[in-house]
């Protein structure tokens, strides 16, 4: 433990609390603006990492992720608009609160709260991750190509939208990941004759067209103007505010930092979970849902514990569970970076940075924006239009940047119009991503697997792990069959009239 | 009533996404085909690929199904806007890139960037040129400066800025 933190305080140099810093404010300045998602936002961002060593880009990466998901509180509460999912559950106590001339203290208690449970979810990944990397590798390729299986079913479940489409997504995107050489033969594979194809389809054209571009076509398309932003006062909460808020927090923390493990849980699920968890309570002071401090605090407290502890299963197993984990961990293959079982093991000065821009960024943050509340409000009244040409340039000279090609430019452009076709058919690109990631990592089990066994596939049913995660995708699917049955029965006795 | 729910649903949103995954689909499976499946009893480059197209083409087949009925029910019919968003914003965004790809090779860094950000800033505004010539300008100008910046401060020394 002594040695750990020597880890973490050797990482803390000026260049590296300067890029934490940097990413925090990056991060904030995008999740403030309503539209852009923190997975655009990390898409967008990911050229400025380029240049840094892995530990310094990891350190960055992480500051923009969770920057991004603490700015979208600002804007949820002033505007009721928030810049990310899962601001909308904060939104529903906070905006009542800004109404009542209280947003200040209500941007306090959302980012002691953040504070709070970012620090909280950093000592337990660090406790946590270590333990489950190592189980985690005692696992047969048969049980982590389950375990792969299984996450992607969780996502695609949990996704926006039918999970029929999510899933068919999911498996387009995986077959997006064959193209390149075959690591089993070096053989080319549908790569159509084109050489730059050879290596596969990069990460960040398919990325920034996907997320970047698209979103920014979507946001153009539906964007609302703020007509009024509420005033926003002192920051600081008074101690009634204080003592309503500790206890959420404190629950909020717990089911956010337990939920965001679970692959497929999105952010906005544990804030409405934390939110659920709440009207189990009896309110003190104000209820819920008529301005509570606690309707700010729980959320805002279970999104980020949320946020931060889906590193878990990408650190220890290579499942991103959601969206944005999976942009991370795009951005960290660029970097050279694989997470998996080994992660933890090979790279403890990685993780050791990690952990340090955890507990260092969220101090960031708060410091960020208690005083920089009222520069963020007023950044909400810069045209959205005006900042779309400078974002696309930067995205399409980071593209190019990353190898000098202008493949994938072109690349970015094909990925940009598919993008625009599903959101024109109002689909979500992410769980194109979640298999564009993990396909290819569930070919590379699957072929073990059955190089092992022989080209014996009953080996899927030998292995515990397997077993169990195949089970828990057929009882899955039974439930999504049942409900939709029992949905269509009405239709069905409508249609006997 | 009845009569209605019966009707067949035309061509929406929600059934045209399964049948342009059904293509992706089939597009896949004839790549697929062309690789082998086994080499020597070991796994080939083509299985997978067979695996996961069949099963784009069975789940898009299953969505599409599933997307035909669920549009006769009239819960689920999503309400029809009557000003749906106009094309400029993404045509701008997409031609503003494909500009900055194209114009790339012939003047340099500064001046792709400069191009993109001037069509895209018209695609991100009212889609007039004539009404919004200012603001595409200083977008340009914004453009140019900020690719200035990136270049002499984060981009390898060997980038190329200017025409050769």
Redesign the interface.
């Known amino acids: 433990m002594t040695a750990w933190l020597g880890d973490i305080a050797a990482l803390l140099t000026l260049q590296n609390l300067a890029l934490c810093f940097t990413g925090a404010l990056v991060g904030t300045l995008t999740g403030v603006l309503p539209g852009i998602g923190p997975a655009a936002t990390l898409a967008l961002l990911l050229p400025l990492t380029y240049a840094l060593d892995p530990a310094g880009a990891l350190i960055m990466l992480a500051a923009i992720y969770y920057g991004a998901q603490y700015g979208s509180s600002t804007t949820a509460i002033l505007l009721n608009l928030p810049g990310e999912t899962s601001g909308i559950v904060t939104a529903l106590d906070g905006h009542r609160l800004a109404l009542a001339g209280r947003a200040g203290p209500a941007i306090g208690i959302a980012a002691l709260a953040s504070l709070f449970a970012g620090l909280a979810t950093a000592v337990f990944i660090a406790l946590a991750a270590g333990p489950i990397a190592q189980l985690s590798l005692l696992i047969a390729p048969a049980g982590l190509a389950g375990l792969i299986a299984l996450g992607l079913f969780a996502a695609a479940v949990i996704a926006p939208g039918p999970p029929l489409a999510a899933i068919t997504l999911i498996l387009f995107g995986a077959g997006l990941g064959l193209v390149g050489t075959d690591l089993g033969g070096g053989q080319p594979r549908f790569t159509l004759g084109v050489t730059e194809l050879r290596d596969g389809i990069g990460f960040m054209p398919l990325v920034m067209g996907l997320f970047g571009i698209a979103e920014l076509i979507r946001c153009l398309e539906t964007r609302d103007r703020p007509e009024r932003i509420a005033p926003l006062g002192w920051p600081w909460p008074t101690g009634q505010e204080l003592r309503a808020s500790w206890a959420p927090t404190l629950r909020g923390t717990a089911v956010g930092a337990l939920l965001g493990v679970v692959p497929g849980v999105t952010t906005v699920m544990s804030a409405l979970a934390a939110r659920g968890v709440e009207r189990a309570f009896p309110p003190t002071g104000t209820p819920l849902g008529q301005g509570a401090m606690a309707g700010v605090a729980a959320p805002e407290a279970a999104n980020n514990a949320s946020a931060q502890s889906a590193l878990v299963p990408l650190l220890t197993l290579g499942i991103p569970g959601n969206p944005v984990i999976a942009v991370l961990a795009g951005a960290l293959m660029i970097h050279g970076i694989a997470p998996g079982p080994s992660f933890i093991a090979s790279n403890p000065d990685l993780f050791a940075a990690l952990i340090a821009s955890l507990v260092v960024g969220n101090v960031i943050l708060v410091v960020l924006n208690l005083p920089l509340a009222g520069v963020w409000a007023s950044l909400l009244r810069v045209p959205f239009r005006t900042l779309v040409p400078l974002i696309i340039v930067f995205a399409a000279i980071g593209v190019h940047s990353v190898q000098n090609s202008l493949f994938d430019v072109w690349l970015m452009l094909g990925f940009g119009v598919f993008g625009w076709l599903l959101v024109r058919l109002r689909l979500e690109p992410t769980p194109i991503v979640l298999g564009f990631i993990l396909g290819p990592a569930f070919e590379e089990y699957l072929r073990r697997t059955l190089l092992f066994s022989r080209g014996d596939p009953g080996v899927f049913l030998t292995d515990p792990v397997s077993l169990s995660c195949l089970a828990l995708i057929g009882a899955g699917t039974a439930a999504l069959l049942l409900r939709r049955t029992r949905r269509a029965e009405p239709y069905a006795r409508l249609d006997e009239h | 009533?009845?009569e209605d729910?019966?009707g067949r649903a035309p061509l929406t949103?929600?059934t045209?996404?399964?049948l342009?995954?059904l293509g992706?689909?089939l597009a896949?499976m004839g790549?697929?085909l062309t690789?082998p499946a086994w080499?020597d009893?070991?796994?080939?480059?083509?299985l997978?690929?067979r695996w996961?197209?069949a099963?784009?083409i069975a789940?898009?087949m299953?969505?599409f199904v599933?997307?035909r009925?669920s549009s006769?029910?009239p819960a689920r019919r999503?309400a029809r806007s009557a000003d749906a968003?106009?094309l400029f914003?993404?045509i701008g965004?997409?031609a503003?890139?494909?500009l900055?790809?194209l114009a790339?090779?012939m003047v340099g860094?500064v001046g792709?960037?400069a191009l993109?950000?001037?069509v895209?800033?018209w695609?991100?505004?009212t889609g007039e040129v004539a009404r919004e010539w200012r603001?595409c300008g200083i977008?340009?100008l914004?453009?140019a400066a900020?690719?200035l910046a990136?270049g002499w401060t984060?981009?390898?020394p060997g980038?190329r800025l200017w025409p050769a």
């Open positions: 009533m009845a729910l019966k949103s929600e045209l996404g399964p342009v995954f992706l689909g896949m790549l697929a690789q080499i009893g070991r796994i080939g480059p083509g997978f690929g996961l197209s099963a784009v789940m898009a299953v969505w599933a997307a009925h006769t029910a999503p968003p106009p914003h993404g965004l997409l503003g890139v494909a900055f790809a790339l090779p860094l792709a960037s993109a950000a001037f895209v800033r695609g991100s505004g603001a977008a340009a914004a453009g900020a690719t990136l984060l981009l390898p980038t």
